[in-house]
């Protein structure tokens, strides 16, 4: 196993090459992510349509024990405020048009969108105010989703 060592206040962190499964961590011993009033949007993608994503994924457990949700257990992160958490499925046509009427989504879709490449989205997930690092939770994607990056939003 190897061991990454821990920014200020966080526990020891395992590196990608850790079995997960062997490390039982929960919402309260992954790391957080809160970055409050940045004015920064974390940004998920699926190329998976939504009816194939279990309907609990998102779901908000608050046992001591528990994640605070499936995505957050396959993300390695703890908790989040789902009052700033946002799913972009059914705002438009297109990857551009989705991200683009998502909340202050015209500030920062076409950015965002570049990073998708040619790949048709089915849904976005964005985390507002949270600044998601893979190098810290040593995971990008999931069986459903594929981070793509912490952009700028403008109010």
């Known amino acids: 196993m190897v061991w990454a060592m821990p920014s200020p206040g966080l526990p020891f962190l395992p590196k990608a090459t850790v079995n997960k499964e062997c490390y039982a961590m929960t919402m309260f011993t992954r790391p957080d992510?809160?970055?409050e009033k940045s004015k920064?949007?974390?940004i998920w993608a699926s190329t998976v349509p939504q009816s194939e994503i279990p309907d609990d994924y998102f779901a908000?457990?608050?046992g001591e024990d528990d994640d605070y949700s499936e995505f957050c257990k396959?993300?390695?992160?703890g908790w989040y405020d789902h009052d700033f958490a946002e799913i972009a499925d059914e705002y438009g046509e297109n990857n551009l048009e989705k991200l683009s009427l998502a909340s202050f989504g015209e500030s920062f879709a076409e950015e965002a969108c570049k990073q998708c490449g040619d790949?048709?989205?089915d849904v976005f997930f964005l985390?507002?105010?949270?600044k998601y690092d893979p190098s810290r939770s040593g995971v990008k994607e999931s069986k459903y989703?594929?981070?793509i990056g912490v952009f700028n939003y403008e109010v």
Not at 74 to 77: A, I, L, P, Q, Y
Not at 127 to 130: A, K
């Open 60 to 62: 908000e457990s608050y």
């Open 33 to 35: 992510f809160l970055e």
């Open 119 to 121: 790949a048709i989205i």
């Open 145 to 147: 989703f594929r981070f």
């Open 127 to 130: 985390l507002y105010d949270i």
């Open 40 to 42: 920064k949007v974390s």
């Open 74 to 77: 396959d993300f390695n992160m």
